[in-house]
């Protein structure tokens, strides 16, 4: 099942074009995230869908009565201010605490309920950040560059749970990376964005695509061993195929 489709998409900012006809679709319960180098129009794609920003044509079609959660880069918050975790993540909307307990799981930070925001790690604080996103059971999941600021071993931790959360949930990921150690062995499918769609597959056939290289160098290969390394070993016990549990409209 289709849980967004975008079609033609063109975003500018005055003069200069941030995205030129981009065409993608994600699908029920698959993981995709998109690769690129800075500037090529990643989280103005993301923005798009989520209605953050006009396009200049094309068009954002989701499925009637879609939950989307979004992980932003940053959040910024004032450091002296006195604020739990569960009281961070009843604003705005009010989530009861049952909720709250329930995303802190997935999340896979489950007793961080009572600890003060000001006193979590880079790596805690992006686990909240993901529970926040969490608490509505979203049908599709956004992070935009959701592991910055975090060294390599917390990012694959991170990766790690959102493809925990994929399995608890049934819900689809689509992210933007610009980790290509981790992005083989966390995607279902890659797509290589620079203004406009380069190339897109399996992370197998991306990572091999000239467009890809061109932009990322031959030096990919650890990439793409990780990636078979982790697929492998991986589908011994997890079907990655696109016949995951569907979400009910």
């Given at each position: 099942m289709?849980?967004?489709k975008v079609k033609d998409l063109s975003v500018n900012y005055g003069a200069r074009s941030a995205l030129t006809s981009v065409s993608l679709s994600v699908e029920s319960a698959e993981i995709v995230t998109i690769v690129g180098p800075n500037g090529s129009g990643k989280t103005s794609l993301l923005r798009a869908i989520i209605g953050a920003i006009k396009?200049?044509?094309?068009?954002?079609?989701?499925?009637?009565g879609i939950q989307i959660g979004y992980v932003p880069q940053q959040l910024h918050i004032?450091?002296?201010l006195p604020i739990t975790v569960q009281r961070f993540l009843k604003l705005p909307h009010g989530a009861t605490s049952s909720e709250i307990t329930q995303a802190l799981h997935h999340a896979g930070v489950p007793d961080l309920s009572t600890s003060q925001l000001s006193h979590?790690?880079?790596g805690q604080f992006q686990r909240v950040l993901l529970a926040r996103a969490l608490i509505k059971k979203p049908d599709l999941l956004l992070l935009d560059e959701a592991t910055q600021g975090l060294d390599q071993r917390g990012s694959a931790a991170f990766y790690q749970q959102i493809e925990r959360v994929r399995q608890d949930t049934g819900c689809a990921v689509l992210m933007i990376s610009h980790e290509l150690h981790v992005v083989m062995s966390a995607s279902d499918r890659v797509i290589c964005l620079n203004g406009h769609v380069c190339c897109e597959g399996t992370p197998a056939v991306v990572a091999s695509a000239p467009e890809y290289r061109e932009l990322f160098g031959t030096g990919t290969g650890g990439a793409l061993a990780l990636y078979r390394h982790e697929h492998d070993h991986g589908h011994d016990h997890v079907d990655h195929s696109h016949d995951h549990v569907e979400v009910n409209e």
């Open positions: 289709t849980l967004v396009s200049e044509q094309g068009s954002v079609t989701k499925r009637n004032d450091a002296t979590l790690s880079g």
